[in-house]
Each structure stands twice: as structure tokens, then as C-alpha cells.
């Protein structure tokens, strides 16, 4: 699944090529993915109206039009833009913007559109789903260790949850915490102070060389021309089972946390002690 280096990579392709062009003409192909809404309906809210701002949030794509309109847009597990392409085989919404078309090519159907009318129904769709932009200044080690103290969640599990901290998944979670030489099974509340200002500096430093590589290409992520960011070549732990840790050459382990495959070498990020539960 694209993360926020990903569809931040996305939205900088895309912007100049969208900015300030109309949507002459908008064709929503498979009626899942305007849901609530129906096609038609989402059709009429945003045809015709001018992008004033490709912006981003967490994971979501912003589509700021005319008149306060603003279109949601989530990429899910193999969602792709595609601007003006040869073909795509598994379209579910056309954008016509006159001299570009774009197409939303989504072979699982998960991807969605969705629609907020005006500022304050924007603020609240995103107050309902998205914490904290790990990029913005308000992300500091001491906002994180406040965070963390409300949840007994494993550290992985609590970065992946993007209540919490918009816009970090699996892969750079995984090399967040190993960079923060913190294992992904500690419970977030049990986390120092120190720890917190390390995976703080481990998340903003993975999303920022992420960004630099122009993401990681691994399932279906590819950016809109259908070139494909490097960032995996990159990648500390994620992925490298067997392979020896950068940092102390012991076998990189895979466990599986919060339901996700996950990277770690136990030698550089200790597991947590299991404290015996009273009988
Ligand atoms: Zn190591």
C-alpha cells in the first residue's frame, strides 16, 4: 500500500499537471468506489469545477476545486494515477481535464473517492480519521511520548494507526523502529522519553529519504507515469529476512505484529521483557 511517501511522490507529479485545469469531464466507472455517494451524484458535485490545489493528507490525496469542493481520494492496496496512458485494464474512474485525462487504475477495488463540502466538513472528515503529519513541526518527541502514554498498543501497532500518526504503514514503521533501535512489540506507553525522541527522528528521517527516492516500489505502486520510485533498494530491515542487520550483522528476523509481516533485528532492538502476570 502506498504510504506518505508514496502519494506525497504522486502529488508532486501531478500537481502541475492539474493545477489550475478544469475536470471537463468525470467518469465514475465502478460505483464501490464514490460510496456513499452514487456515480452520478459524486459526478455532478465536481465536473466542471477548476483544481485549485493538489494537496495531501496522511494518505489521502486532496483535490481542492472551486467553491470549497474538495475531493478525497485514497489509493488503498493498488491504486495508481495514471496520466494520459496508452491503456489501463482495470479503470474505475476517468478525470477528463481537457489536455490531460487521468485514469484511477485499481485492480483489488479498494481505492475510494469521497467528497467534503466546504472547510469545515473537510476539518472534520479528517479530525475523524487522521492524527498527527509526522512531517509538520507540530510532530516533536515531546507530542509523540504524550501520545503514546493513552495507548498499550505495540509501538508498531500504534504507528500504523493513523489516528495516531497519519500517513507511516508497514515499511516505514519497520525502519523507523530499527532506526530507533526499539523493538516493534514494546508497548507504547512504556516507551522513554529518549525512545520517543528516536522514533520521532526514525520516522521523519525514513519518510524524508523515502521522499528522496521518490518512494518504494513493491506490490502495485507505481507513480503516474508508470515509472517507479527506488526506495526498497533502500530499505534497512523491511523485507531483509536472513539478510545481516546494517548495524551489528546478525540475521534480520521476520515476526509478525499487528497482523503485518514485520522486520527487526533482535539484537539491536531488544524485546521487551514479558512481565508474569500475577495468578
Ligand atoms: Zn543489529
Known amino acids: 500500500m502506498p504510504e506518505l511517501p508514496e502519494v506525497e511522490t504522486i502529488r508532486r507529479h501531478l500537481a502541475p499537471h492539474v493545477e489550475g485545469r478544469t475536470l471537463e469531464a468525470v467518469d465514475v466507472l465502478d460505483e464501490r468506489w464514490s460510496r456513499p455517494l452514487a456515480p452520478a451524484e459524486l ?3 465536481i465536473q466542471g469545477r477548476r483544481v485549485e490545489r493538489l494537496d495531501r493528507r496522511g494518505k489521502y490525496l486532496v483535490w ?3 467553491e470549497e469542493i474538495y475531493l478525497l481520494m485514497h489509493l488503498r492496496m493498488t491504486g495508481t494515477l495514471l496520466l494520459d496512458p496508452d491503456g489501463s485494464r482495470h479503470t474505475r474512474v476517468r478525470l477528463d481535464l481537457g489536455d490531460h ?3 484511477f487504475d485499481d485492480p483489488r477495488r479498494f481505492g475510494t473517492g469521497e467528497l467534503a463540502v466546504g472547510p469545515e466538513a473537510l476539518d472534520a472528515f479528517f479530525d475523524a480519521r487522521l ?3 509526522p512531517l509538520e513541526q507540530d510532530f516533536t518527541p515531546e507530542h509523540l511520548f504524550a501520545l503514546t502514554r493513552t495507548s498499550r498498543a505495540p509501538v508498531k501497532a500504534f504507528l ?4 495516531r500518526v497519519a500517513g507511516v504503514g508497514n515499511i516505514y514503521a519497520d525502519e523507523a523502529l530499527f532506526r530507533a533501535r526499539v523493538h516493534p512489540l514494546r508497548p507504547a506507553n512504556k516507551l522513554t522519553r529518549a525512545q520517543c525522541e528516536a522514533i520521532r527522528d526514525g520516522v521523519v528521517e525514513s519518510l524524508l529519504l523515502g521522499l528522496e527516492h521518490k518512494g518504494a516500489t513493491i506490490d502495485d505502486f507505481r507513480d503516474p507515469y508508470g515509472v517507479s520510485g527506488t526506495f526498497q533498494d533502500r530499505f534497512l530491515v523491511h523485507t ?3 539478510e545481516p542487520c546494517p548495524n551489528c550483522g546478525r540475521a534480520i528476523r521476520k515476526l509478525r505484529v499487528a497482523g503485518r509481516g514485520t522486520y527487526v533485528c533482535e539484537h539491536c532492538q531488544p524485546r521487551p521483557r514479558v512481565r508474569r502476570k500475577p495468578l
Request: no cysteine; hydrophobic share 30%.
Open 101 to 103: 485525462t487521468l485514469l
Open 240 to 242: 531483509r529476512e536472513h
Open 131 to 133: 492524527g498527527v503529519e
Open 160 to 163: 500504523l494507526d493513523q489516528k
Open 64 to 66: 481542492e476545486l472551486s
Open 43 to 45: 459526478e455532478q458535485a
